[in-house]
């Protein structure tokens, strides 16, 4: 078995710590949401584990890029990480924060293999709801004119719009929660897509399954009849019997000469 790269064991010993924090990252980013009249130090507190956590992503991408054979390479086919890395420092915002750990936190997610493609989807669309719904409420809560207004309104502003139903009651009023809106209206379509076409790909799998089955049966199956066919004719061949042949009777009668020859030569030398 080869030997892992460094980069490889790199991934597997800090995926587990790394999602650790990611969980860590949403629970920060809730609360002040969730409560914006906490005590001062809390609220503090929270944007210290949004910035900490945030730290420790791009220390990752840092190290990964330092451990690779190819740095170029791996750059080029990573880009939404380095703009995960890069996006918090162009404008201090928590909800640039928000989507970096979330681009950085699903790329890791993939890495492992035991976690399969129904089960990432529904994490990405649970995700989805409800950071959406958080990071609407936070650039429409206070605002003039605005309909979404507790968190209850936004989770179900954030489902209807995931869903592309659209019903019209709530709808952002600023030009952030539009672009909100927007992002979430087509990642929806793009993960009911994924889980549309993995619905039918499995059902595909077991039609394929079960007329693979069949097909082999039905070459056992004319397998079977070949063989009885075939013990038919032997057995059709035994109840006739042996037919008497010319070269049987010619063997038949040397052997008796055979045995006879010996009997003649002993009544010559009495004779004599």
């Excluded at 539009?178 to 009911?192: D, E, F, P, Q, T």
């Excluded at 039905?218 to 070269?247: C, D, F, S, W």
């Amino acid at each position: 078995m080869a030997e892992p790269t460094a980069p490889t064991r790199w991934e597997r010993h800090t995926q587990g710590p790394l999602l650790a924090l990611a969980v860590l990252f949403a629970i920060a980013y809730a609360y002040p949401i969730v409560d914006p009249d906490a005590p001062g130090a809390l609220l503090t507190a929270c944007h210290a584990v949004n910035w900490g956590v945030w730290a420790a992503f791009a220390l990752d991408y840092a190290v990964r890029l330092w451990l690779s054979e190819d740095r170029t390479d791996f750059v080029r086919r990573n880009p939404l990480a380095l703009l995960a890395v890069v996006l918090p420092l162009l404008q201090p915002l928590r909800l640039l924060r928000l989507v970096s750990l979330l681009l950085l936190a699903g790329q890791r997610a993939r890495l492992a293999s035991q976690i399969r493609v129904t089960t990432y989807v529904a994490g990405c669309c649970l995700g989805l709801l409800v950071f959406g719904a958080l990071a609407v409420l936070e650039v429409e809560r206070g605002r003039p004119g605005a309909s979404i207004r507790t968190l209850g309104d936004a989770v179900w502003w954030a489902f209807t719009t995931m869903t592309t139903v659209g019903y019209g009651d709530m709808a952002p009023t600023t030009g952030l929660g539009r672009v909100l809106a927007i992002g979430l209206m087509l990642s929806g379509i793009a993960l009911l897509g994924v889980v549309t076409a993995n619905i039918a790909a499995w059902f595909i799998s077991r039609f394929e399954m079960d007329d693979a089955e069949e097909r082999r049966q039905t070459a056992a199956i004319e397998a079977l009849t070949e063989e009885v066919r075939a013990l038919r004719g032997e057995v059709a061949a035994l109840r006739k019997g042996p037919p008497a042949t010319a070269a049987t009777a010619t063997a038949d009668d040397a052997a008796a000469g055979s045995t006879a020859s010996p009997d003649r030569a002993a009544r010559s030398r009495d004779l004599t």
